[in-house]
């Protein structure tokens, strides 16, 4: 089945707003084994969403569409649809049902805006928005399915999950997409590239390789496609062998695999707790690791001590160091580090310093110059790394490095 | 003049990247008064890339690829660009010269992959990529100008900057199209909606309104399209006085404003600092103040206190709070800004402790439970919101609300 997703709004086409929904969308097709073909954005206007729609019925099976659903008069989307589809709106009683519940459990009053939302094209089939006011719509023309849904991502997400997968997963047989993706830090994408082109040029054909680099972090992607999923599956698992023999301490996971959920899973399986001294990361880290669910299990918390009395008052860092060295540099990490696992009592901790950018950076010491320490009860690890000129880059790279370091102390593989 | 936006990528339509460019690029053509009718996403095969250059130059004047332009071989743009253009590839010297200092700048071999990225299109312009090795390139056919240029945001971003956009400045004049965006917080959209229903109706027809929700802010968008730049300014100038008047309370910045940017400035203006206690935003807030360079000036730091233990020993919350009220109430997050606000010194201090979710919710505190307490040295301010299931959005949302009540106590604004 091929399919194509729309995404409907003026806020995208002038930047305003980035197009998240579509990557999730597209990721979740392809676990169905649904190829999306293509993505495309267009205005609040009536001859586009026309033209897209025209477009879109020549070689897909499915046309998801997103957006212009809302309450306000800018969201032309319903009725658009209504007269493409060759019909009128009328009120759904059930949608006005689930609209006033929705408006009072939220202690506020309908208003016309809000009666307004129960009409809905009278020869589409409706699909429930538990968490909104905006029903999704499903029309069917010729051989094509239309799936109209609201562009708010969590009202979107849980109408996917909960109705629209479901009922594709039933639909979609025969034809299998599997990828499997592979996390390495540690090289540029030309090294990488260049010490597995022999691997690549050995690969079968019915797979394909790409590489995503992000910061800190090159993706490796497998894609298989074919229609017999269990030698699919055999065919990338042998090429995950091969590249665990070839690249072994660059992988640091796989697929969606976040390096704060790895750490995450690796202390809550030993038990153990971990504590964190941010300086040039700002709390990030801390941000990254708390936004795994349950996360509080192990960890205990973090300073961000972005002023150097404070590494000196709450951290334990010794002044001497701090004159001696400067706040950027092994000596004052590591003593974050160590300080932040006594004043915390946890089992493991990190600490950064850097400098991020624009500002701060000398001829010893350019912007991008970072310090980065891991300690457990029996060491502290430290490193130096000279990263870019970008200071949210700089952020995030420090921040995923410093995540792997801690991965690596944890089971004990060299840094 | 019309452009359309052409991003090039299987990661993008199998969902492994959100594109982030096209909003990037359609903000800064928007500036230029040249609108984006199109945002289109294309996976790395040369009839989907044909099919897409054939439809875009339909009914634009500019055509912007971004994408498949890396050392590996799963990126087919440039090859595919001069099969469409009708050339072949050819070594060009310079941009030869600049990848291998580049290269040599990295302290790395050059290799294969790396010549390779010096071989393009015999009729095209090449733009310079000042921060990485595949060059931009540029081709004129019939009365369309399509520039090509890498999927990497930052190279893209600095080509963009340093390159195509003072050109495109150059040609584009007498057609303007200007936005004004008005941040509220506070309200949900359609209340905010009805209150602004008579407003609405009154605005002049060279405006257009848009209401963007995302987490915790509702976005007031207005458009003006024509030829008299003077007039537009003066238009859009009118009726943000009246959503003044209409909702003063409800406007929190204008514009690409952040709370973490407007907060900043008025710390820096009154030269005054800031310490942050976080428990349920886990290092968010932190992460979004130091996101601006030149945060150090004015943020001091912050405790992330996830276990009750740290907020006692580190944040001198009284046990018996946390026993009697528990962590989440009004007593133990007061104490926590003002306890911070001691250990850091700070003028100011902001506080969260809620449960972000899945876990921890009880009847009498349900998921989404939030307190929040803002500091000064003469008061403490405290407010209970109960936000939603979502424990990344409750995260974002909390973080915001703070930044808010933070931003209104130090400017006298009532709660």
Known sequence: MKAEII???DEILIGQTVDTNSAWIAQELNLLGIDVVRIVSIS???DEIFKALNNARKNTDLVLITGGLGPTDDDITKKTLAEYFDTKLVQNKEVLKHVEEFVIKRKAHMNDRNVKQADVPENCSIIKNEIGTAPGMLFNKGDVTYISMPGVP???KRMMTQFILPELAKIEKGYYIIHKVILTQGW????LAEHLEEWENQIPEEISVAYLPSPGIIKLRLTAKGTNQE?????????VKKLKILIPRLICGYDNDKLEDIVGMLLNKEKKTLSLAESCTGGNISHLITSIPGSSEYFLGGVVAYSNQIKEAVLFVNNNSIVNYGAVSKQVVEEMAMGVRRLYKSDFSIATSGIAGPGGGTEEKPVGTTWIAVASETMVLSKKYVLGNHRGRNIQMASIIALNMLRKLILGIEL
């Open 231 to 239: 030698h699919l599956i055999n065919l990338i698992s042998d090429q």
């Open 188 to 191: 540029p994408e030309s090294k």
């Open 7 to 9: 995404t409907i709004g």
């Open 154 to 156: 969590f009202e979107m």
């Open 44 to 46: 609040d206007k009536k």
